[in-house]
């Protein structure tokens, strides 16, 4: 059929792109406002389209849908994700639980290690992958954080006082001195009545 209205057709809505709101890929024009991921529908770049047949995804869902699976294939370094793909029409198989054993002799290794130690926090079993060790304790990295304000702590930024743990500013503020000329910085003087 002859295209005798003007320009290219889009890829997604069918209707005629003029030049200044032309984006190419793949040989395919779009309208820059529908070159938009199928699934998500975040916006579209050079760097961030991902096309499979005629369909256009962002990089995260395309590997969603057609990446690999399985262990070991997670979105990032040490990233846990409980989306199971069921958005993109993946279907997923439900195992067993995981049941422990009923063996009265445990291991060498199981008696020798004794379990693994709970986090302060969470009060959860820590493992040696996610473990943190401060204030004498093992937390997991995740509630290795200040108990006032929540920033993320290292072993060189944590204070602590009766268990807990705190960002050197929370702990000041809460457990410092007090008074005049204890303020908050530069020589300041705070009175509060």
């Known amino acids: 059929m002859p295209n005798w209205g003007g320009g290219k057709k889009c890829g997604v809505c069918q209707k005629t792109v003029y030049f200044a709101e032309e984006v190419q890929c793949e040989g395919n024009s779009f309208h820059k406002s529908c070159f938009l991921c199928m699934v998500c529908k975040?916006?579209?770049?050079?760097?961030?389209?991902?096309?499979?047949g005629e369909e256009?995804?962002?990089?995260?869902?395309?590997?969603?849908?057609?990446g690999p699976k399985g262990y070991g294939y997670g979105q990032g370094a040490g990233t846990l994700s409980t989306d199971k793909g069921e958005s993109l029409g993946i279907k997923h198989e439900e195992t067993p639980g995981h049941r422990p054993t009923t063996n009265p002799?445990?291991?060498?290794?199981?008696?020798?290690?004794?379990?693994?130690?709970?986090?302060?926090?969470?009060?959860q079993a820590v493992y040696?992958?996610?473990?943190?060790?401060?204030?004498?304790?093992?937390?997991?990295?995740?509630?290795?954080?200040?108990?006032?304000?929540?920033?993320?702590l290292e072993s060189t930024t944590l204070?602590?006082?009766?268990?807990?743990?705190?960002?050197?500013?929370?702990?000041?503020?809460?457990?410092?001195?007090?008074g005049f000329g204890f303020g908050q910085g530069a020589g300041a003087l705070v009175h509060s009545e």
Do not use: M
């Not at 579209?44 to 499979?52: I, K």
């Not at 256009?56 to 057609?66: L, P």
């Not at 204070?159 to 007090?178: L, S």
């Open 159 to 178: 204070a602590d006082k009766d268990g807990e743990i705190y960002c050197k500013g929370c702990y000041a503020k809460n457990f410092g001195p007090k």
């Open 42 to 52: 975040k916006n579209l770049d050079s760097t961030t389209v991902a096309v499979h």
């Open 128 to 152: 040696a992958a996610e473990k943190v060790i401060g204030a004498g304790k093992s937390w997991h990295k995740s509630c290795f954080r200040c108990a006032k304000c929540g920033k993320g």
């Open 56 to 66: 256009i995804y962002c990089k995260s869902c395309y590997g969603k849908k057609y």
């Open 105 to 123: 002799n445990a291991s060498k290794f199981a008696q020798k290690i004794g379990g693994s130690e709970s986090c302060p926090r969470c009060g």
